[in-house]
């Protein structure tokens, strides 16, 4: 496995030349792309299109499903009901007291998360693999999760909270508090990046034959995976949140 691993490792680089790492044809550092003249990221274009076909599909889901609610709701709009009922249930069980504003967050976040694991279904590099989308998302989190604490306890009340049970320890919960977004974002580009890097290194090691089992193992790391990672991302950053509002005795 060390051997297959090293064959798959090269050298590319990077916008300002220096070496990186990659594996096989997955590069640590995302192919850019001129756009009106500006130079940015392949990925960065992806999550735009990932953004839009969500606007597209809220937009006709309004005008189709929700043109005109009834009490007896239509299959369609049952569906989508029963979806963010759940969040809903499940953001208020995680995170109590929050609000509605969490509920729409967690569930726009969840549908981004998703769609960017729809396109990789398309052999396009998901927006999720690059370590600035990830950390675009992580550091939303971090600043609802201080939007929430000082919401609930004050500004007082939230850095007491940092020194709760004895001032010794505020500045390794500051460091702590800091290091969120910076973990939540490389354990998401992580686990993303590395689902490529064994798809990429299985084509390149069957071959011609790469017929069946790269499809059956796509399943998992190209639909299965991608749910478990926003679910986990989800549950952290409710998790993150809830002890921001949580009131010590």
């Known amino acids: 496995m060390f051997n297959l691993l090293m064959l798959g490792i090269n050298t590319a680089q990077d916008t300002f030349g220096?070496?990186?790492?990659?594996?096989?044809?997955?590069?640590?550092?995302?192919e850019r792309v001129n756009l009106f003249g500006v130079s940015i990221g392949v990925t960065i274009v992806y999550s735009w299109v990932a953004m839009a076909l969500l606007i597209i599909g809220a937009v006709i889901l309004r005008f189709t499903a929700f043109r005109s609610p009834c009490a007896i709701p239509t299959k369609a709009q049952n569906v989508i009901e029963s979806i963010v009922e759940?969040?809903?249930?499940?953001?208020?069980?995680?995170?109590h007291g929050t609000g509605e504003m969490l509920c729409s967050y967690i569930l726009?976040?969840?549908?981004?998360?998703?769609?960017?694991?729809?396109?990789?279904?398309?052999?396009?590099?998901?927006?999720?693999s690059d370590i600035t989308v990830t950390l675009s998302l992580a550091l939303l989190t971090f600043v609802l999760i201080n939007?929430?604490?000082?919401?609930?306890?004050?500004?007082?009340?939230?850095?007491?909270?940092?020194?709760?049970?004895?001032?010794?320890?505020?500045?390794?919960?500051?460091?702590?508090?800091?290091?969120?977004?910076?973990?939540?974002?490389?354990?998401?580009?992580?686990?993303?990046?590395?689902?490529?890097?064994?798809?990429?290194?299985?084509?390149?090691?069957?071959?011609?034959f790469a017929i069946g089992i790269p499809g059956v193992l796509g399943l998992y790391f190209n639909a299965f995976h991608p749910l478990i990672q926003t679910f986990i991302f989800v549950t952290l950053t409710l998790t993150f949140i809830n002890e921001a509002i949580e009131i010590e005795a």
Do not use: H, W
Request: glycine residues 8%; hydrophobic residues 50%; positive net charge.
């Open 18 to 30: 220096s070496a990186v790492s990659s594996f096989g044809d997955v590069s640590i550092v995302t």
């Open 86 to 95: 759940a969040v809903g249930n499940y953001t208020n069980a995680q995170a």
């Open 108 to 128: 726009t976040i969840s549908s981004f998360l998703v769609m960017c694991a729809f396109l990789e279904l398309f052999r396009l590099r998901p927006p999720t």
């Open 147 to 208: 939007v929430y604490g000082f919401k609930r306890k004050g500004f007082i009340g939230r850095i007491k909270s940092l020194a709760s049970p004895t001032p010794i320890v505020f500045p390794f919960r500051l460091i702590s508090e800091i290091a969120i977004p910076v973990s939540l974002a490389c354990r998401l580009f992580g686990n993303m990046l590395g689902g490529m890097i064994v798809i990429d290194l299985l084509y390149s090691a069957l071959g011609n």
